[in-house]
């Protein structure tokens, strides 16, 4: 069996999210997909954002879709309210499948920085592997795997691409996040949860 770990600060979640679990899911039908929000990103420390419930709150409803019994919201990360490593998930994914082999749902613009990533070759041995979705370049065109990843490792998916950002959509001004972002419903819960702050609904 295949185990997906696509994880994220999903701060908020959007339709580029839903699109990666979307082209996850239809590529690989028959794979156990785990969908992980993260506490805090090591590469995001100090980052105004929405508070943990809130985020998984959010991706409850911008997900909800999706979910079966292949596609799981994991609040492994979340919960655990510290700074969240991937190889720590990835260990604990191999003790609830001790069977399966382990891939890492990532985007293009993680690949040249992977190498940062806490223990990034003890992420690669315990993975098959790398699964990158694209967020920019649209296919044909080549994507470059840094000489650090072994080729083997890495496969490029050819969908279409969806560029999207969780820090663009939270700087967009008075909360106008319109369908081609976020849902409807996760508009509105994410502008109840600034309202009961009393901030401004612009980042």
């Known amino acids: 069996m295949d185990v997906f770990l696509f994880g994220g600060s999903f701060n908020p979640p959007h339709r580029g999210h839903r699109h990666v679990i979307e082209t996850i899911s239809q590529t690989y039908p028959n794979a156990l997909l785990y969908i992980c929000p993260n ?36 609040d492994r990360e979340i919960k655990e309210q510290k700074i969240s490593y991937t190889i720590d998930s990835l260990k604990v994914l191999r003790s609830l499948h001790p069977q399966a082999e382990l891939s890492l749902v990532i985007g293009e613009d993680n690949l040249n920085s992977f190498d940062k990533w806490k223990s990034y070759l003890e992420i690669l041995d315990a993975t098959k592997h790398l699964i990158v979705v694209r967020r920019k370049s649209t296919y044909p065109k080549e994507i470059s795997i840094p000489s650090f990843l072994p080729s083997a490792k890495v496969i490029i998916l050819k969908n279409p691409i969806l560029p999207m950002s969780s820090t663009e959509i939270r700087f967009i001004k008075n909360g106008a996040w319109d369908e081609t972002l976020v849902l409807p419903k996760t508009r509105e819960l994410a502008m109840q949860f600034l309202k009961l702050k009393n901030e401004d609904v612009s980042f």
Do not use: D, H, M, N
Not at 61 to 66: D, I, L, M, N, T
């Open 39 to 74: 506490y805090v990103s090591p590469f995001k420390l100090g980052e105004k954002s929405f508070t943990a419930q809130e985020i998984w709150e959010l991706c409850l409803v911008e997900f909800e879709g999706f979910f079966s019994e292949k596609i799981i919201l994991w």
